[in-house]
């Protein structure tokens, strides 16, 4: 699989994503909610991996530190472009960039690889990791939310569902990304999104303060995010009863035709 074909491939996948934004997806806010509570307050400089349309970079632009910088990388020219008409915000850079062969400048305080790792082939995760690692700083955080196995394997069974590269990430898998950075995996959790355990937050630390190493062997969630909390799960019941999420949409449709133009395939609900 050539880097070419993989750029065409989310070029034309960018679709998806402006679809995803304008009527939203169960997955994107809890990947959303989750890396916005991953990222310590301390953290000044956030790279994120694979940033789509832009929607999670200016969102964690207005969540983050008020003298944070971000910079967002995607390897499809497409959604850069987009990132950049779509969601601008002055604190954050929109670069095409594959993590893989371009230069990135170190250090960085939080790493995210939003159902990104998954899409790294398999020969090439050696290659991933000494990169992180040279790219994270002495104190960072990697912070990944991707499908489980049993996801993976469900969707290899029914023949859909699946990007151009789309590989089984474990347990082990996590464990050994971390050891390759020189850090530990502190929050490990199965998340239900779509159906039960479909997808997985790991949250990997160097130098975490207070914890235990040996504690990153175990398959239980590893250390709490309130991520999910009570108020939050009302808050979107809530939502969906009223018409608010009618009144978003309505709002977004608006935008993104002022700002791409006339586009009456990305306004269709997505099909999943």
Partial sequence: MTESSVASFYDEFSTRLIRDYVHGNRRVDAQLAFSIGAIPPAARRILIVGSGCGYEARRMAQRASADSTILAIDISSTNIARARQLQ???????????????????????????????????????????????????????????????????????????????????????????????????????????????????????????????????????????????????WNALLSRSGIRRLQRWQRRRQVARRLGPAPEVMDPPGD
């Fill in 88 to 234: 601008p915000h002055p604190r954050v850079e929109h670069r095409q960039a594959d993590i893989l062969a371009d230069t990135i400048e170190p250090p960085w305080d939080v790493i995210l690889l939003p159902d990104v790792y998954e899409h790294i082939p398999t020969e090439d995760r050696p290659t991933l990791h000494k990169v992180l690692h040279r790219l994270l700083a002495d104190r960072g955080s990697l912070v990944l939310t991707l499908p489980s196995p049993r996801l993976q394997a469900y969707l290899k069974e029914q023949g859909q569902g699946l990007q151009v590269v789309d590989e089984t990430v474990t347990h082990t898998d996590l464990a050994a990304l971390a050891g390759d950075v020189g850090g530990v995996m502190t929050y490990f959790k199965l998340v239900s999104v779509w159906s039960v355990n479909d997808y997985m937050h790991v949250i990997i630390e160097r130098e975490p303060d207070g914890f235990d190493p040996a504690c990153a062997q175990t398959e239980a969630p590893i250390r709490h995010w309130r991520s999910d909390t009570w108020e939050r799960r009302l």
